[in-house]
């Protein structure tokens, strides 16, 4: 089942997202006016383990929440990256400073499918070990936490752990660990 696209405009555009006006006719024949679209790039969201199986994790203020958060390393695609798994390498340096040697994708899932047209992909990396500093964006403070699994699980169970990209993919790597 597929519907048509009669209309489709950008009514907002900036360096984070695209948010389009659209009309649609469904299946049955109805008109839906109005119908708003975000357009956001892929993520990839990143669970990295040393070689003592620590996993790194990262804390950072989130203003649309008003609090700090404990998350997976994530990030969205970049112009000219050529695959997601490249976006996943690019962002765990950047934020962690921290690299692996083993990068696997375990997952996908869309953002938010009712009213955003983006991915998250999923990744589990092994034998991270921390190569340089971080090189964060002008927007950034980030905290690395190197955690051993059961304490970042213990923080996930505890609800310390609120982000839906993190939490998915610390279930993803569970589930993939075992």
């Known amino acids: 089942m597929s519907w048509k696209t009669l209309k489709s405009k950008t009514v907002i555009k900036n360096r984070f997202f695209d948010l389009l006006e659209e009309s649609y006719q469904k299946t049955d024949g109805k008109i ?3 119908f708003y679209t975000v357009k956001k790039k892929d993520v990839a969201v990143i669970a990295a383990f040393t070689k003592d199986k620590k996993i790194v994790l990262v804390s950072q203020y989130r203003p649309s929440v008003k609090t700090s958060d ?3 390393p994530a990030g969205y695609m970049e112009k000219g990256e050529k695959n ?3 976006t996943a390498e690019r962002e765990l340096l950047e934020e962690t400073g921290y690299k692996t040697e083993k990068l696997i994708k ?4 869309f953002t938010s499918a009712g009213f955003m047209d983006n991915k998250v992909h999923f990744f589990i990396g092994f034998n991270a070990k921390k190569i340089r500093e971080q090189k964060l964006d002008s927007s950034e403070e980030i905290e690395v936490k190197v955690v051993s699994w059961k304490n970042a699980f213990s923080l996930l169970k505890k609800g310390k752990i609120k ?3 993190s939490i998915a ?3 993803l790597a569970e589930k993939y660990l075992n």
Request: aromatic share 0%; glycine share 16%; charged share 30%.
């Open 32 to 34: 839906i006016d109005k």
């Open 70 to 72: 404990i998350e997976l």
């Open 84 to 86: 997601i798994k490249q």
């Open 106 to 109: 375990i997952g996908e899932a």
């Open 163 to 165: 982000d839906l990209g």
């Open 169 to 171: 993919g610390m279930m």
